[in-house]
């Protein structure tokens, strides 16, 4: 397994302790990056109260985790540490149950949201279905940073994209990638959601 538990969460507490609202924190990761982006996973809504069921995709649209993956590969350039990063996994989700030492261990704790702690390269995320996923589509991570926090990849339950923060020449190799769906963020504002 090229990713390994933390049962110390203290790489996580730049996160867990950082003062940024609670809502914003689990949607872009903590404030005072230079730049932000969406990577929008399907387009955003088109009318007020829109369903995400509502949305039709072909069956080649790229699936979350891809179209993270694709981001973390892109970010890869902009960090020193690609080989020492970590990734945040929600408790939350049915299709990655935590095994029982795991969920009975320290877990990075925020408002309304729980996570366990792992550690790896960076590489790690191009087999984070075969390791967590038995082989089937997953989620991507909640949270996935490196050592160095020269960027934070935010991929929380509820949005329809990822928030991602980090230096403007990071931010601007996203929003330039045409397989991503990459716009320009301001956290603190009001996001597109689905009703």
Known sequence: M????????????????SATPAMQLIAFGPAGYEAYVRVRF???PE????????VVVGH????????????????ARFTS???????????????IPLPREVRDGPL?????????????????????EHELGAGQPIAPPAFVWPADRSWCLASDVDPHWAGIGGS????????????LDAVVARPTEIQPEYG
């Open 168 to 179: 403007r020449a990071a931010m601007d190799a996203l929003l330039a990638d045409p397989r």
């Open 2 to 17: 090229t990713l390994d538990h933390c049962s110390d969460v203290a790489a996580a507490s730049w996160i867990a302790e």
């Open 42 to 44: 399907i387009r955003d």
């Open 47 to 54: 009318v007020p109260g829109q369903s995400e069921a509502d």
């Open 108 to 128: 990075v704790t925020l408002p309304h949201r729980r996570y366990a702690l792992l550690r790896g390269p960076l590489a790690a995320i191009d087999r984070w």
């Open 81 to 95: 540490t690609p080989e020492h990063c970590y990734f945040c996994l929600w408790e939350g989700y049915s299709d």
């Open 60 to 75: 080649d649209h790229p699936s979350d985790l891809s179209q993270a993956r694709r981001a973390l590969h892109d970010l």
